[in-house]
């Protein structure tokens, strides 16, 4: 019941924020609150929320490393699919670290993992003019505790999707 | 807003001060360095252990009545200025066996001494319409006369600040040798909102805190502002498109615009070449970050290293010849230098840990750069060949150095832990001594020092 309660809040913030962007998460294009309002039903195989939720929109990380878990594949090849699919959308593969680093250098880390996820799903056939990435470094950190339970949910790639077609 | 310097000429049969105008709209950083007594007033910056030099500043004259507000507080930020180097302790006017009761009258040595006042400074103040002129003296007490000439700054009222940092930057060249770092600027990012949604503008103030002024809002996420050469542009990351980008800001019209953009890739972690013309900068493109160069004017890039391993936080010799930078292609981060054009890097830093936002020193002969080993954080200072390592601060994350305007000392951002943990500014020497919080108005990180005002 939390998650849906954060989830009005949210509403509220984004009506309030008059946000410009046709992003599917909150205004910092992060779906970092763990709450964030995505349409649809998770029951409801061609909705986002259904990627998000039921599949699972992100793959973690170990300490300084970029490549996927057996398991990060595992949700990347559902991720694939579901894209392949839904062709209306398209989607920002954001990258991000922990704080245990310096800015520039977590900037460059988030790079890479957002860029590991890009090309496993262009592997799998979504088309590259889909997906682009982007970098947060240690900026957008999900959970704020200063211990491993909390940098490791931090270390991360989150497909967030976009309504609309690729344009390029 | 310029200041304007002229020297005083003391006539001594008199006693009284004629002020002659030498030379106008002269800066501080143009002059060549002041003459420094051989006698003991004078402090060596670099020694391993310093006895703060005992100083007294009486408040400064009000020669007229527009004046008087301004004749205490000059007198209390040249004090600060001082003071707050480690270098300098001020003796407090309640000690005072005589005050000044003219900045014209001969300095009563006698009862500077007795309450032991090894430097004495004196000033006066004048103000009309919307200008302000500020007399001062330098004494070395114990040799019982004048340290350097009178000298006298004018500008317009609202840079009263400005000028005793002026003051406060000669005398500190006087006693110490080497040029002041006073009158400049800090540019940085001031923070809000808790750790997972924090909000971010660039800010900009005086090298104390003083005159706190935001560049942008905080609509966009902005990392990491510097300084151009001449300390009237900044170079920074902004996520205003989404993605971040290099953008460049002029301080004066806070003017902004991006300075190159490439379809899918992300622009980062910029610098100024020493002559302004050039940004050095790290772009990421499928995942790999090298470093690159661009004209400030948006053209000419050029890359500088093609490596697989991340290249980033780049920095310019003060020459120009070379780049410092660090680079994880051991497989871990560390620092290496190449030429300015690109070419073989050589590493030089081989301790244990990851080393990482290397800065070349203003005055070349250091590298300034974040340590982390261990867990902990650390702030160090190394030759520009790797040698002569020296950690200067240890915390659960310092990061960021950057060097005031004479090589002497570094600015940079501490992290303190957990959920409700923010970043602060600290400043501290290059021995390690006098570590302090710089006072901003909220969470601050990423300092930029300018170099000295004009």
Redesign the interface.
């Known amino acids: 019941m939390k998650r849906f309660a954060m989830a009005t809040l949210v509403v509220g913030a984004l009506a309030l924020s008059a946000c410009s962007k046709d992003r599917l998460g909150d205004e910092y294009g992060t779906a970092g609150l763990g709450g964030d309002f995505v349409a649809g039903s998770p029951s409801d195989p061609k909705s986002p929320a259904y990627f998000q939720q039921t599949i699972g929109d992100r793959v973690l990380f170990a300490i300084d490393q970029s490549s996927l878990s057996p398991e990060g594949a595992d949700l990347l090849t559902k991720q694939a699919a579901w894209l392949m699919e839904n062709t209306a959308y398209t989607a920002v593969i954001e990258g991000h670290a922990d704080e245990q680093g310096t800015r520039e250098y977590n900037l460059a880390l988030g790079a890479r993992r957002a860029s590991a996820v890009q090309n496993f799903l262009i592997e799998r056939g979504v088309a590259p003019n889909r997906l682009q990435t982007v970098s947060y470094g240690k900026e957008r950190p999900l959970e704020i505790c200063s211990t491993e339970l909390c940098y490791a949910k931090n270390r991360r790639a989150v497909t967030v999707l976009a309504a609309g077609a690729a344009t390029s | 807003m310029s200041i304007n310097l002229k020297k005083l000429i003391l006539e001594r049969s008199s006693g009284a001060v004629l002020a002659v105008m030498v030379m106008a709209a002269v800066s501080v950083f143009g002059l060549s360095r002041p003459a420094v007594a051989e006698g003991p007033l004078r402090i060596e910056i670099t020694d391993g252990v310093i006895e703060p030099l005992p100083f007294a500043v009486p408040d400064f004259q009000a020669e007229d009545g527009a004046a008087g507000e301004y004749a205490r507080s000059i007198a209390r930020v040249v004090a600060a200025d001082l003071a707050g180097t480690g270098l300098f302790r001020e003796i407090p006017a309640d000690a005072f066996v005589s005050g000044v009761t003219s900045f014209a009258s001969p300095v009563a040595y006698a009862d500077w001494k007795t309450i032991n006042a090894q430097a004495l400074i004196t000033g006066a103040v004048s103000a009309s319409g919307d200008s302000i002129n500020v007399k001062f003296r330098v004494y070395d007490v114990f040799s019982g006369q004048p340290l350097g000439e009178g000298l006298q700054f004018s500008g317009s009222i609202g840079s009263w600040r400005r000028v005793a940092h002026k003051v406060a930057d000669i005398v500190y060249s006087r006693i110490t040798g080497e040029s002041g770092y006073f009158d400049s600027r800090v540019v940085f990012v001031a923070e809000t909102g808790?750790?997972?949604?924090?909000r971010k503008r660039l800010a900009i103030m005086d090298y104390d805190g003083a005159n706190v002024q935001y560049l942008t809002d905080s609509s966009a996420?902005v990392?990491?502002p510097r300084f151009s050469p001449t300390g009237d542009r900044v170079l920074y990351t902004s996520y205003e498109t989404?993605?971040?980008q290099v953008y460049v800001l002029d301080v004066a019209t806070v003017g902004r615009q991006v300075l190159s953009q490439q379809?899918?890739t992300?622009t980062?972690?910029p610098r100024f070449s020493p002559d302004g013309r050039t940004v050095v900068y790290?772009l990421?493109d499928?995942?790999?970050?090298d470093i690159y160069t661009m004209d400030i004017s948006g053209g000419n890039p050029r890359r500088l290293t093609s490596a697989p391993s991340?290249e980033?936080?780049p920095s310019f010799s003060p020459d120009g010849s070379q780049i410092v930078f660090?680079s994880?292609r051991s497989g871990?981060?560390q620092l290496y230098v190449m030429p300015a054009g690109g070419g073989e890097a050589t590493r030089i830093s081989f301790g244990q840990g990851r080393y990482?936002?290397p800065v070349w020193s203003p005055r070349g002969d250091l590298i300034a750069f974040?340590k982390?080993n261990a867990g902990r954080f650390h702030i160090g200072v190394m030759r520009t060949d790797g040698s002569e390592e020296r950690l200067l601060t240890a915390s659960?994350?310092d990061?960021?150095p950057t060097w005031a305007p004479n090589g002497r000392v570094i600015m940079f951002a501490r992290?303190s832990?957990?959920?409700t943990?923010a970043p602060a500014l600290y400043s501290v020497d290059i021995s390690g001594r006098n570590l302090r919080r710089v006072v901003t108005e909220g969470a601050a990180s990423?300092p930029a020092w300018s170099p000295l005002l004009k």
Do not use: H, R, V, Y
């Open positions: 808790p750790k997972n949604a924090k996420l990392l990491a989404g993605f971040p379809q899918g992300m980062f972690a790290s990421s499928g995942g790999n970050t991340i980033t936080a660090e994880d871990n981060q990482g936002t974040t982390q659960f994350l990061e960021g992290e832990q957990g959920a943990g990423d």
